[in-house]
């Protein structure tokens, strides 16, 4: 069977489309259709089932690509660095949510980067959960941190860590919550209507989150400052723009400090799980089985 063949079916499989496919192998799209077709007539069966936008493997395809994505992921790896080539030449990309990757995961990766003949060059790229599995399978990424668990055998996910989220405000905001009784409806919800929110998104995913688990209800105020990133979040409730649910682990220090209080503490407060994906059997590549050793190790002291 033509590497070449099971190099552009393995490239369709990830991608999810012939025009995305012909695009990261550089081909035009006619070529990968003929390509695909080429390899079908040999083994007598199809592989994927052409729908209006994109393409969904059938279960021989899958079958196909559990098998062998793997082995050509291998062989690109030799291509890349050569057999006899030192580890520490190897590239270990890297993908996830911007603040966690940037906090936690990144920091707990350095010490691999060192040149002892055991470390590797680090690249990182952020997006969200969909994003990031899809460079993953795409071929973009070997390694991603996702709150989200990819379905499929092409990828496999292991769980890395619980994040605790914490409701919380700058002081003088939550002097405005001592007078304020909770709502009918809200089962000891803080009176949202008091105070500004600060979100990443204008659907306030994290709040919304946090009134779903802890008070059983939705929020009442629409998002006053919105902003992409949880770090940025922070700094304005530090400032005292509003209320805002943050990763305990993102607002520690800044609680430690008084730059912001809880507004509330539940006996069970909502978690948040963070998944490690790899492509399925990458593991076998070292730098990536390092890398996601070592990842998990610093999971155990997060807390």
């Given at each position: 069977?033509?590497?070449a ?76 660095t ?36 055991q ?29 989200a ?26 002097e405005?919550l ?73 607002c ?52």
């Amino acid at each position: 069977m033509d590497l070449a063949l099971l190099r552009t079916f393995v490239t369709v499989h990830r991608a999810g489309s012939f025009t995305r496919a012909a695009a990261l192998l550089g081909l035009s799209q006619p070529a990968v259709t003929s390509q695909i077709r080429t390899l079908e007539r040999q083994l007598g069966r199809p592989l994927f089932l052409r729908q209006a936008r994109g393409v969904t493997p059938t279960t021989m395809g899958d079958e196909l690509a559990h098998k062998a994505a793997p082995h050509l992921d291998a062989l690109v790896e030799i291509a890349e660095t050569g057999p006899d080539n030192d580890a520490s030449l190897r590239t270990l990309h890297l993908a996830g949510p911007p603040e966690f990757t940037a906090e936690r995961a990144l920091p707990a990766l350095t010490e691999l980067t060192r040149d002892d003949g055991q470390g590797f060059a680090l690249r990182a790229s952020f997006g969200n959960a969909e994003e990031t599995l899809e460079g993953l399978a795409a071929g973009h990424h070997d390694l991603a941190i996702s709150t989200a668990r990819p379905r499929g055998a092409l990828l496999t996910a292991t769980t890395l860590c619980d994040e605790e989220h914490i409701l919380v405000a700058a002081p003088h905001r939550a002097e405005q919550l001592d007078s304020a009784q909770p709502g009918p409806d809200t089962k000891g919800a803080p009176v949202l209507d008091d105070l500004p929110v600060i979100e990443v998104h204008e659907s306030l995913p994290f709040v919304s989150r946090y009134w779903a688990s802890v008070f059983d209800s939705r929020p009442a105020a629409p998002g006053t400052v919105i902003v992409p990133d949880l770090r940025a979040v922070l700094a304005c409730a530090i400032a005292g723009a509003g209320l805002a649910v943050l990763p305990r682990y993102l607002c520690a220090l800044a609680l430690k400090r008084g730059e912001v209080v809880p507004l509330h503490e539940p006996a069970i407060p909502p978690l948040r799980t963070y998944f490690l994906v790899v492509r399925t059997g990458t593991l076998a590549m070292p730098h990536i089985a390092r890398a996601h050793e070592w990842l998990h190790r610093a999971a155990t002291h997060w807390g």
